[in-house]
């Protein structure tokens, strides 16, 4: 029978209840007595130095509160970046600042110039169009290759927009391209990851109060991290302390990692509260969200594989222009680097390996992580070019796969790019992956779908990821300017009952019922005597958030070590109530006992004793039952997997149908397989959107052309087939307490080069020999396109 | 401003709008009625979907004061009159068809809408019937498979849930 509690139980969710009635609390359902709200004036040119801005008509509207301009910022510091990377010659990254409101130069097409704050959201717009900016027009820095050869500068104090020019291992160089040397075969691939909008459903929201008589601020805000918020925007911008300022991120409706940053927006309305002593209430629409939220993605690679006559892989290179947009976003210079650079090796056996990476600055929205982040770029770059070479040289494109991996003995595996794999069994994945997408009948399906006049193709891929972001010592040393470790607080409540206060965030993620089976699982008590606290400064420990699949591995590995402290207290207080001696309690079922007898006191009785010290060791213990910890993995995690696409292509009009997809997963242990299942699908989605569907599109003026749902083609229900995902492959982590690896990104990450090398299968069955990529999104137009030669 | 007056879940309700008010903002604003959310500004991701005099529109493009006297359901209607779930928000959450919420209310009232007309849809019915409403967290994987449920179809034979 399956288990209905505690870990590997599939618990239906306890927050849907709220979202199914209309009774969750997002940031826009805040309201607070006396609320203003604000509507930016927003750069419509890429590129331009601000030579007046007339805010007295403005400021003459109905309902006009104050308008806002760069000076009402004076001495406030810009919006910071929490990464430093250093180039390859160990100079510091170019760094400008990123201001509140626009100082001088605008720099993209939506970048903020003044913003008005008005007693109506309608009084705010309408006034908003009132204010008079007049800019002379700069040429627009667009082409990333183009920027960093000279011409116009993004930031002319910085001299170029190079950002950094990054080499990965600097020391590996010289024996990679040695072994290009010597090479049997070199298949090499230029591609572009195109760029994406991360758009999650609810649109970003900014709340500020700032409290007069107590002196102090409140922001509620649409986000992934609210410590990570307060500690930024506290610290680098507006000089709050943190004991003055809280930061409340309620339910939130969706990230991928655009809901990680730190936004002008966010300082605005705080400081803005404070001038005008009011609150202040920014809400984004659909319109301004595609044109400041973080993009994502957006490299231009070349990449080169050395293979020996065997097809047993030799040397790895790769050089890619990264586009940073036009300012520093606050992970922004670690995405392409330590997030990408870090999984060339993928699974895969490859001795030698060099990655350079140009940074470039350029007019357009701030570019930062979106769901899988630097990973989905290598492993696509990784999973085409070894398609590639398959052909090239006549390989089976598994077989060639399979050769090179990594052997499930030769962990833990040290990469030529620094990381150490723990733990992974590639081949045991691909076997399930044979398995449950039923490769041995493709032929047949190849042929039925013939009859349609379709075009059949096949597409299989592996990935890694580094997830469980991360050993703070470690990304200390390669630039953050943060540590990433985790924190929870587990209280006990006199009557037995637990509320876990953690720093972790959920916005989609089912904390609220996965947490709590982990503890029921420890303790032998209903997941319904335990609740989770997240979101709020205010009574949550100092944590890092949730991105990067870190949630579990790493805020649960802090939740773990503060319950193994309750448990560890609540046996000396039962050996105190048993009288006997703490090391022969065992507690099981939510009951303890003294090893070898009958004599036990269950789970209630020892936290009643706890609050209620009649009978207590004071001399020896505190009274309570509530316990902090902070947990820092030593490790990543590796997450894992092989992916397999089925396309069908119709070559009369070149529209690609995703016929099914199957994903085989290693994720190590697996708290709530529902969830995990239903993470690995919503990835899926957005990698076959970004294989197919989605890309933001700039022209050469610096306007952006997909800036609304009508342009920017989101993955819809009849996009998508159901699919075949499979977990069962699984190699525990081997350095965090609950072996997990993270599931949130997987799918994001593995799907594009299914995708993608499904539609190249197709065809160059077809007879399309001459097609060996096609750039994403692969559209009707792109794909009818190659078709034709 | 205009005074309108509605039946909203069943309750007799009035507001002053402007001309322009929509009825997403006069059911957040006016109401309180905020499980009704607005994702976009060009209508076309059906997060704001409410079913009025029956029929599922998005409320992000009616204006509030063409709706005088018309009966409005939005997803805080759709419960049990004793606080359970109904029956296609129990199948959401018995599948698994939400993370993030978001998107929801809105799914919730367009399948409802989708099964008071076509009580057995084909999964590609349901798929073509969702095309207006956009969910960025689960790959519609089990949405769809929560509105066959909901229909009253074994679902059991759908690859893992
Ligand atoms: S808010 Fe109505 S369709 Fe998006
Ligand atoms: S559940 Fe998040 S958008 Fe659908």
């Known amino acids: 029978m399956p288990k209905d509690q505690g870990i590997g139980a599939r618990s239906k969710r306890r927050e849907d209840v709220r979202f199914l009635t209309g ?49 009402d910022f004076d001495g406030k510091g810009g919006v910071p970046c929490g990464w430093q990377i250093h180039d390859r010659q160990g100079n510091p990254m170019l760094e400008p600042k990123h201001p509140i409101l626009a100082e001088g130069k605008v720099r993209y097409v939506g970048d903020a110039i003044a913003c008005v704050v008005a007693e109506t959201l309608e009084q705010a717009r309408d ?115 943190e004991h003055k300022l809280r930061v409340v991120a309620p339910d939130v409706g969706g990230g991928f990692g655009s809901k990680i940053f730190h936004y002008i927006e966010e300082a605005f309305v705080t400081h803005a509260s404070r001038l005008i002593n009011r609150p202040v209430k920014w809400t984004s629409t659909r319109s301004e969200a595609f044109l400041t939220d973080a993009h994502g993605r957006d490299h ?29 976003s606050t ?246 109530l048993l009288e006997a001696s703490d090391g022969d309690i065992e507690l099981k079922d939510g009951k303890f006992t003294v090893a070898g007898t009958d004599k036990s006191v269950d789970w209630g009785s020892v936290c009643l004793a706890a609050y209620v010290p ?58 709530n397989p529902m969830i995990v299942e239903g993470q690995v699908h919503g990835g899926l989605a957005q990698g076959i959107g970004q294989a197919l569907l989605e890309g933001a599109v700039y022209d050469e003026n610096g306007q952006l052309l997909s800036g609304s749902y009508m342009d920017y083609a989101m993955p819809r229900a009849d996009d998508v087939p159901f699919y075949t995902v499979d977990h069962s492959c699984c190699t525990p982590c081997t350095h965090n307490p609950l072996g997990v690896k993270g599931c949130g990104e997987a799918g994001a990450i593995g799907s594009p080069p299914a995708v993608v090398n499904a539609v190249i299968d197709a065809l160059q069955r077809a007879g399309k020999t001459n097609v060996t990529h096609i750039d994403m999104p692969l559209s009707p137009s792109r794909v009818w396109a190659a078709i034709q030669g | 401003m205009t005074k309108v007056s509605m039946t909203v879940n069943g309750k007799a309700v009035s507001g002053e709008v402007e001309g322009r008010t929509l009825l997403a903002t006069f059911l957040r604003e006016g109401l309180g009625l905020t499980g009704t959310h607005v994702g976009c500004d060009t209508s076309q991701c059906g997060a704001c979907v409410v079913h009025v005099n029956g029929q599922a529109i998005k409320s992000c493009t009616a ?50 809408a989708l099964l008071a007309e076509n009580p057995k849809p084909t999964e590609a019915e349901v798929r073509h019937h969702l095309e207006g409403n956009i969910c960025r967290c689960t790959g519609y994987h089990n949405i769809v498979k929560a509105v066959l449920a909901a229909s009253g179809q074994d679902v059991g034979q759908i690859a893992a849930e």
Request: glycine share 10%; with cysteine.
């Open chain 1, 614 to 671: 009649h009978n207590y060791p004071l001399a020896e213990l505190e009274p309570g039952l509530e316990e902090t910890a902070f947990y820092d993995p030593s490790n990543f995690t590796y997450p894992s997997g092989a992916y397999a696409c089925e396309v069908e292509v119709d070559p009369d009009t070149g529209k690609v149908t995703v016929c099914a997809f199957a994903a085989a997963d290693d994720f190590g242990n697996v708290i």
């Open chain 1, 127 to 241: 006034a908003a169009e009132a204010v008079v900016v007049d800019i002379d027009e700069l040429p627009a820095v667009m082409d990333m290759k183009a920027a960093v050869k000279g011409g116009a500068l993004v930031h002319d104090e910085l001299g170029s927009n190079l950002c950094y020019d990054w080499g990965f291992i600097e020391d590996n160089k010289a024996a990679t391209d040695a072994a290009f040397e010597t090479a049997h075969h070199v298949t090499t691939l230029e591609l572009v990851n195109n760029r994406l909008i991360a758009n999650p459903m609810e649109p970003r929201v900014a709340l500020g109060h700032y409290n007069r008589a107590m002196d102090d601020y409140t922001l509620y805000t649409t986000s992934q991290n609210p410590h990570v918020i307060r500690l930024l925007m506290g610290a680098f911008v507006l000089s709050i302390p």
């Open chain 1, 331 to 576: 992970f922004a210079p670690s995405v392409p680097t330590y997030l990408h650079g870090t999984l060339m090796a993928g699974n895969y056996k490859t001795p030698h390996i060099y990655v350079n990476v140009k940074a470039v600055f350029t007019n357009t929205v701030p570019v930062d992580a979106y769901r899988g982040a630097g990973r989905p770029e290598a492993t696509f770059q990784l999973e085409r070019v070894i398609d590639k070479a398959a052909r090239e040289m006549g390989i089976d494109p598994i077989e060639l796969r399979r050769k090179n991996f990594v052997g499930a003995d030769e962990f833990p595996y040290q990469t030529p790019v620094a990381v150490a794999y723990d733990t992974g069994n590639y081949q045991a994945t691909m076997d399930v992956l044979e398995k449950i997408a039923d490769l041995a009948g493709f032929e047949k399906r190849r042929a039925d779908s013939a009859k349609k006049g379709l075009w059949r193709g096949l597409g299989v891929n592996c990935y890694i990821e580094a997830c469980g972001i991360a050993p703070s010592n470690l990304v200390g040393q390669l630039g953050a300017r943060a540590g990433l470790y985790e924190s929870a607080t587990v209280r006990v409540n006199a009557t037995g009952g637990i509320v876990v206060m953690t720093g972790s965030h959920s916005h989609g993620q089912g904390h609220e019922t996965a947490f709590p089976q982990v503890i029921s699982e420890m303790i032998g008590i209903p997941e319904s005597q335990v609740e989770i606290v997240h979101g709020d400064t205010a009574n949550t420990p100092m944590g890092m958030g949730t991105y990067g699949s870190r949630s579990l591995a790493v805020g649960g590995s802090a939740m773990v070590k503060a319950t193994n402290k309750i448990i560890a207290k609540a046996k000396k207080i039962a050996a105190h």
């Open chain 1, 23 to 71: 009774a969750g609390r997002y940031t826009d359902d805040i309201n607070v007595p006396g609320q203003t709200y604000a509507a930016f004036v927003r750069s419509e040119v890429a590129h331009g130095k601000i030579t007046k801005i007339d805010t007295s008509d403005a400021e003459k509207m109905p309902g006009v509160v104050k308008v806002f301009t760069a000076a």
């Open chain 2, 63 to 112: 204006f509030a004061a063409d709706l005088d006297g018309a009966k409005v359901t939005t997803i805080e209607g759709m419960a049990n009159p004793d606080g359970s779930l109904g029956t296609v928000q129990q199948a959401f959450q018995d599948h698994h068809g939400l993370q993030c919420g978001f998107c929801t209310p809105g799914m919730v009232m367009s399948a409802a």
């Open chain 1, 300 to 328: 231009v690679t070349k990449i080169e594989l050395a293979l020996d006559k065997d097809g047993m892989f030799q040397a790895l290179r790769t050089e890619t222009y990264a586009n940073m947009g036009a300012y520093l």
